[in-house]
């Protein structure tokens, strides 16, 4: 059980619980004390933060074993996540995937993430997908000023998607998807200003690419893809009035992925993709002796906070850079049954410092196969230090040809 003093039980302190119980989008998550002056934060913290960044948790245990990566990667059952446009290539008429792994293990044993995902052909150049991710932060223990508890409440997000993909050629495919969010961590508790908090929701689409082609390089065939995703193009949500609306976590990826045949038995990809968050930077008022006095809330439409995400860090063109996260990994495939995967993870320090490598493996048996990965951060006494995560998949072709 947690136990969370919730002082004066303002929304500021509602939306630190979120940032720091849902995503941890940074292993300094403790912020360097204070507001800062205008010089030294150019040179310091800006990060980013929206609400429900449960979004963007990497769900499965393949993409997570290579450093998160996902834009341009085989397609499988949880490409809904990634990229949605991927399910047009999918091998097989149809599959589902199952994945859990506990978040924060090391400051929290009850906080779980679990991910469903399935698709099915509906011929030969579309294909449809389904998935629900479900995010519980486990047991919380409100209470007031006084410390007296204000009762138990059991904060939990979710997030159901419907995806559809279509080929336009050969080599090409575009992918939609459809969300709906749904964000619980504190209803019923009254905030500072007597309003009482309520759960938030949102509605959010992902818009796709995929092209896939091969070439050779002197005696070897490599298949490559490139892939791109906008992901939870949605509204903002709001925990009390329509006044305090928060970004929800609108995602430009891309990626590339190349692959080829060693042998008969051996197989190896890699690839790489970039992330951008198209969320507005945090800018800050100064006093008349250039401290920062106070944040300022970011009122924007949604498209217009989307396109000003690429010119507004403070830091200018080099802040902007800093904005991009990158994900680096490998696969290796024994006569396609048995697998291994390792990757990397890369953050600017200022803009949340994660660094970590991540390692797994797979088998393939029959109809199911079974993937984990691990998760070891560079810094010390990081919140996802030993992060494992499970994936079960379920193939409806290898079942059908049992049966028959």
């Known amino acids: 059980m947690i136990h969370l003093p919730l002082i004066n039980k303002t929304l500021k302190n509602l939306k630190l619980l979120t940032v720091v119980c849902s995503l941890l989008l940074t292993s300094k998550i403790y912020a360097q004390g204070g507001l800062q002056s205008k010089e030294s934060l150019l040179g310091q913290r800006n990060v980013i933060t929206t609400a429900a960044p449960f979004l963007l948790i990497s769900p499965d245990s393949r993409s997570a074993a290579m450093g998160d990566l996902g834009a341009a990667t085989s397609a499988d059952a949880n490409s809904i996540h990634w990229n949605a446009s991927k399910l047009a290539f999918i091998e097989g008429d149809g599959g589902m995937a199952i994945s859990a792994a506990p978040w924060l293990r090391t400051l929290v044993p009850d906080i779980w993430f679990y991910y469903m995902s399935g698709y099915k052909k509906i011929d030969d150049k579309s294909t449809v997908g389904l998935s629900l991710r479900y995010f519980t932060l486990g047991n919380i223990q409100f209470t007031d000023n006084q410390g007296t508890s204000t009762g138990d409440y059991e904060p939990k997000e979710y997030a159901l998607d419907g995806a559809y993909a279509r080929k336009?050629?050969?080599?090409?495919?575009?992918?939609?998807?459809?969300?709906?969010?749904?964000?619980?961590?504190?209803?019923?508790?009254?905030?500072?200003?007597?309003?009482?908090?309520?759960?938030?929701?949102?509605?959010?689409?992902?818009?796709?690419?995929?092209?896939?082609?091969?070439?050779?390089?002197?005696?070897?065939?490599?298949?490559?893809?490139?892939?791109?995703?906008?992901?939870?193009?949605?509204?903002?949500?709001?925990?009390?009035?329509?006044?305090?609306?928060?970004?929800?976590?609108?995602?430009?990826?891309?990626?590339?992925?190349?692959?080829?045949?060693?042998?008969?038995?051996?197989?190896?990809?890699?690839?790489?993709?970039?992330?951008?968050?198209?969320?507005?930077?945090?800018?800050?008022?100064?006093?008349?002796?250039?401290?920062?006095?106070?944040?300022?809330?970011?009122?924007?439409?949604?498209?217009?906070?989307?396109?000003?995400?690429?010119?507004?860090?403070?830091?200018?063109?080099?802040?902007?850079?800093?904005?991009?996260?990158?994900?680096?990994?490998?696969?290796?495939?024994?006569?396609?049954?048995?697998?291994?995967?390792?990757?990397?993870?890369?953050?600017?320090?200022?803009?949340?410092?994660?660094?970590?490598?991540?390692?797994?493996?797979?088998?393939?048996?029959?109809?199911?196969?079974?993937?984990?990965?691990?998760?070891?951060?560079?810094?010390?006494?990081?919140?996802?230090?030993?992060?494992?995560?499970?994936?079960?998949?379920?193939?409806?072709?290898?079942?059908?040809?049992?049966?028959?």
């Open 168 to 404: 336009l050629s050969d080599n090409l495919s575009l992918g939609v998807a459809l969300r709906f969010v749904f964000s619980d961590l504190a209803r019923g508790q009254v905030g500072s200003s007597g309003t009482e908090i309520k759960a938030g929701m949102a509605g959010a689409g992902d818009i796709s690419m995929t092209y896939k082609n091969d070439v050779k390089f002197g005696e070897r065939d490599f298949d490559y893809t490139i892939g791109g995703n906008i992901s939870n193009i949605g509204n903002k949500i709001t925990y009390t009035t329509e006044a305090n609306r928060d970004f929800i976590p609108v995602n430009l990826r891309l990626g590339t992925f190349w692959n080829t045949q060693i042998d008969e038995y051996n197989e190896i990809g890699f690839g790489v993709d970039f992330n951008k968050l198209l969320v507005p930077t945090p800018q800050y008022k100064y006093d008349s002796l250039g401290e920062i006095s106070e944040r300022v809330i970011n009122d924007d439409p949604l498209i217009n906070g989307m396109l000003s995400s690429f010119s507004d860090a403070p830091g200018g063109f080099r802040e902007e850079l800093n904005e991009i996260t990158i994900s680096a990994g490998l696969e290796y495939w024994y006569a396609k049954q048995f697998a291994l995967r390792a990757g990397y993870f890369y953050e600017a320090d200022t803009k949340g410092s994660r660094k970590y490598m991540t390692f797994g493996a797979g088998l393939k048996y029959n109809v199911f196969q079974i993937d984990a990965a691990y998760l070891q951060p560079f810094a010390r006494r990081h919140p996802l230090q030993n992060t494992i995560r499970f994936s079960l998949y379920f193939d409806l072709d290898a079942f059908k040809n049992q049966e028959n």
